[in-house]
């Protein structure tokens, strides 16, 4: 019996490394779509149109051990601003921070975070431990016991229950989006990424989806970034921050509380049946936010003075391809329409030059005429007068 009332013996000291945790921050980030200029214009004036500005000036920065929830109504930009910080598109402006330094490297960024897509992608006739098993294996072939990775996947998830249940029929949607975040997780990304999670699920399911990930989160110090649409009192209290986004800009970057003291700066009192992010929403266009994040960036150091933190990747400079390309876009364009333009005026003034040049030949034929037939008239006179 005393055995039974004894406190359980304290676990080993654990002899995992220390865990690698990351900030990832965003610097005045900016996208917008411009003119491709087609070879096929070579020798006429390249068509240029204003480019469509999809994100302005977004700053922000994702601690460890929080989730940020990235909001604002559709066509706000989420799902652009996500694709550009999961690397997958290079902002035309501004730059990504890693851990305070400028992240130059994609395919490093890529292998300490995960990017889980909006939509679920697995083999329907697995069940879900061999669809772990499977895809751990995939990672590593020379892993000794996947088993063990699976079960404490499996655990971590609150899908141990499902172990042996196959994908395509049994499990709700809820649980296939648990299963996605699972793959994700099996390199143990440092920085996880994700475009919806909850999207198409019941309140109750994507409470679930919510919570699991508010426990990944936790468990490994990671730094979770997700886009989310119009989230319930109760999802909310599993965020620790808000990027709120209106028209690809940030419309307000921090917690609850402080969102519910700009609506208070506006002088807008949130009614009781909706929470401040949804009369926020509502109230999108009237809201007058000063930017206070600048001053809570960390930005990069400078040489003279540079930081101790060094993140694990190692970075290598190489410039953003979409700005190259549009840098070299617009010189192309500018260098053809100044040679269309020479073009033109050589063209003009050959044309005037060959105009006056007609001109003043007839003018001088006449005149010459004129005077030949002058000098003849007089030749005739004196001859007739000596005749
Ligand atoms: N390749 C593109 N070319 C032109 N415009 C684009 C392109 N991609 C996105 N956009 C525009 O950029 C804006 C932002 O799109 P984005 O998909 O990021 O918004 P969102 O907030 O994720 O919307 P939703 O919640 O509906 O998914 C939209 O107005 C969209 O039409």
């Not at 003119?35 to 922000?60: E, G, Q, R, V, W």
């Not at 971590?156 to 499902?162: K, P, S």
């Not at 909310?236 to 808000?242: E, M, P, R, V």
């Amino acid at each position: 019996m005393e055995a039974e009332s004894s406190p359980p013996p304290s676990p080993p000291p654990s002899q995992s490394p220390p865990l690698k945790t990351y900030k990832l921050t965003a610097s005045s980030i900016g996208y917008s779509k411009s003119t491709t200029i087609s070879p096929a214009l070579l020798f006429k004036p390249c068509k240029t149109t204003t480019p469509i500005n999809i994100l302005k000036d977004i700053s922000f920065t994702a601690y460890p051990s929080q989730i940020l929830a990235i909001v604002g109504p559709s066509g706000a930009g989420k799902s652009t601003l996500l694709d550009i910080l999961a690397t997958g598109t290079s902002p035309t402006s501004g730059t990504l921070l890693l851990n305070s330094l400028p992240l130059h490297n994609p395919s490093s960024f890529r292998k300490l975070s995960a990017y889980v897509p909006q939509h679920d992608c697995y083999l329907p006739q697995l069940t879900v431990s061999e669809t772990f098993a499977f895809s751990a294996r995939l990672l590593n072939p020379n892993l000794a016991d996947v088993s063990c990775i699976v079960d404490s996947l499996l655990a971590e998830l609150r899908l141990t229950h499902l172990a042996h249940t196959r994908l395509a029929h049994g499990l709700s949607g809820g649980e296939r989006r648990r299963v996605s975040i699972g793959l994700s997780l099996l390199h143990d990304p440092a920085i996880l990424l994700l475009d919806e999670p909850t999207s198409g699920l019941d309140s109750n399911s994507a409470l679930n989806v919510m919570q699991t990930l508010r426990s990944i989160t936790d468990s490994r110090q990671r730094t979770v970034l997700l886009s989310i649409h119009q989230p319930s009192f109760k999802i909310l209290a599993t965020i620790d921050k808000i990027l709120l986004m209106s028209k690809g800009t940030v419309v307000h970057y921090g917690t609850l509380s402080s969102l519910e003291g700009l609506l208070l700066e506006n002088n807008f009192t949130v009614p009781p049946q909706l929470n401040s992010l949804e009369y926020a929403m509502e109230m999108l266009n009237q809201l007058n936010y000063k930017n206070p994040i600048i001053s809570c960036l960390e930005l990069p150091p400078s040489p003279k003075n540079p930081t101790t933190s060094i993140p694990e990747t190692k970075t290598v400079e190489v410039k953003y391809r979409s700005s190259r390309v549009h840098e070299i876009a617009v010189l192309y364009s500018r260098f053809w329409k100044i040679i269309y333009r020479t073009k033109e005026l050589l063209l003009t003034n050959t044309l005037q030059a060959l105009g006056v040049g007609i001109v003043l030949g007839t003018i001088y034929i006449n005149i010459g005429l004129g005077t030949s037939l002058e000098f003849w008239e007089k030749v005739q006179l004196a001859m007739s007068t000596k005749a």
